[in-house]
């Protein structure tokens, strides 16, 4: 099958988030199941666009409402990446250094989704999918299917994953014209409580619609922002697919981030030596538990309650574990963990940024990870914790629902039920329980890096799903 991903995110060119990692590692594994995949993102003005070459491929002019804009279609050359990429440039709207929260976010994407299409109408033959990921890429599936300067697509199965339901983009009708003329008779395809929504367009329109785990799709039925009952309606033609991971960049024997490599057999050495050097880094005593968060700051991961757990463990449990935070997001989260810090010294920090090879050294050296999400559609975290040897402390929610099951369940992580200091600090001390019998630790730890997590699995579930759209 020749399949086409098209998303605002694709690692290494540019990640936020998980979605990045998704789009940048499933290609590669539907490419190793015999079948074409390639991803269409936008060009940012990045360190990876500075870093590498592109080769133009297609310079088109598209309109925008009233206004044209220009875009060319840039390849990237020597690519290592296992698909093809394709960035659209777009001058005036892409060439900034983030990739979302700008003023213009919605006519940003618009445009980066008409280019898209208006690229692949010209080209000869049609793919036979097209993958759209999150509310960056919502109009497409209606574009394919009521835009008449796209009927080429009318027939071409449009698949739509939802990574988080929590974004979807809306916008009033004033700005109804930034999309292409289609029909009025359409207006309710694209329309959600009186707004302008590419998420509700999407789930409305897209030939079939998926999460990135079968827990979040029963969830979002009955809460997503006030749109569940839109999901309970199109339940007949959605999927929960639990994500992959790719286990050739998250591999503790290979890691290129990692100074200390490890195997199964190595895992104890491995993992003591990444401690030690986090704990030098960051002022802690490595023979007390590492608990980790590596995230965005915010509500959804339940970051706000960080403060208040790393306060009271750290008071009422002085001496007794090490914490250690990396993350950005909400400036009253990110001040609220900054502040603790002179008064935990030795025993708790926060790194506030993103850093990816510091994330892996983290996989690497902690003893726990903690995701004490509120809504987590699926995450990945938890998934390369496992990977690493580390034990994961989840919320019962969506994905980590489907991946962590608790010690006491027979399984190998430990998991609460509700986002509260109370529930995250009686798991921490089960932790440290566990902890202190290393016996117990080093099988778990032998035990989780052998759960297969890659993409070797749900590859060839979406390779099924686009196979059953096939007309
Ligand atoms: P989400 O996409 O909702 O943020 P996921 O668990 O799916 O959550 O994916 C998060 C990804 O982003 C992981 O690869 C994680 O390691 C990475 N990540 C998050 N915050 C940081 C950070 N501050 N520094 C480095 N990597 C980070
Ligand atoms: C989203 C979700 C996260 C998921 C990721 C990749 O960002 O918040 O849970 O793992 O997408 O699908």
């Known amino acids: 099958m020749d399949i086409i991903h098209i998303s605002a995110e694709c690692y290494p060119a540019a990640k936020v988030g998980g979605l990045a990692d998704v789009v940048g590692s499933l290609p590669k594994y539907q490419i190793l199941l015999g079948h074409t995949a390639s991803v269409i993102m936008p060009f940012y003005h990045s360190k990876f666009s500075h870093s590498h070459e592109f080769s133009p491929v297609f310079s088109g002019i598209a309109r925008l409402g009233h206004t044209n804009f220009n875009f060319q279609v840039l390849e990237l050359l020597n690519n290592q990446l296992g698909f093809d990429l394709y960035l659209i440039d777009i001058p005036g709207l892409f ?86 003329p289609f029909h009025s008779y359409f207006n309710g395809l694209v329309e959600w409580h009186h707004l302008i929504n590419p998420l509700a367009s999407a789930i409305k329109c897209a030939w079939a619609v998926t999460t990135v785990s079968p827990s979040y799709l029963d969830e979002i039925g009955y809460e997503m922002k006030g749109m569940e009952d839109l999901l309970r309606h199109e339940r007949g033609k959605s999927h929960g697919i639990l994500n992959g991971i790719d286990a050739e960049v998250w591999n503790p024997q290979t890691d290129p981030m990692l100074e200390h490599k490890f195997s199964l057999k190595t895992v104890d050495e491995g993992k003591k030596a990444s401690k030690e050097i986090l704990c030098r880094q960051f002022g802690l005593n490595p023979e007390k538990p590492l608990f980790t968060f590596i995230g965005r700051l915010v ?15 750290s008071k009422f449990n002085p001496g007794e574990q090490n914490i250690l935070i990396l993350g950005s997001g909400e400036k009253n989260i990110e001040h609220g963990l900054l502040h603790l810090e002179s008064m935990f010294k030795g025993s708790y920090c926060s790194h506030i940024g993103y850093n990816e090879k510091l994330s892996h050294l983290i996989y690497a050296g902690a003893d726990f990870l903690l995701m004490p999400s ?71 730890r032998k035990q989780i890096m052998q759960i297969d997590h890659s993409w070797n699995r749900a590859a060839l579930e979406y390779v099924e799903l686009y196979q059953s759209l096939k007309i």
Request: charged share 20%.
């Open 95 to 180: 060439d900034r250094p983030n990739i979302y929260s700008y003023h213009d976010d919605t006519e940003r994407f618009i445009t980066f989704q008409i280019a898209a299409l208006n690229w692949l109408n010209q080209r000869i033959g049609t793919p036979d999918v097209v993958h759209c990921h999150d509310q960056q890429t919502g109009f497409i599936p209606f574009m394919m299917s009521k835009v008449r300067e796209y009927s080429k697509f009318e027939h071409v199965p449009s698949v739509f994953t939802i990574h988080n339901g929590q974004y979807q983009g809306q916008f009033g009708f004033d700005k109804l014209h930034f999309l292409p």
């Open 299 to 313: 509500g959804e991961k339940g970051a706000d309650v960080l403060p208040d757990i790393i306060y009271s463990i």
């Open 374 to 444: 509120r809504v987590e559609p699926c995450g990945l975290n938890q998934m390369y914790a496992l990977r690493y040897g580390t034990i994961p402390i989840v919320r019962r929610t969506g994905g980590l629902r489907d991946t962590v099951t608790d010690i006491g369940d027979q399984g190998f992580g430990i998991c609460h039920d509700q986002c509260s200091t109370f529930d995250v600090i009686h798991s921490m001390q089960r932790a440290k329980t566990l902890f202190k019998d290393p016996k117990a630790m080093k099988k778990i």
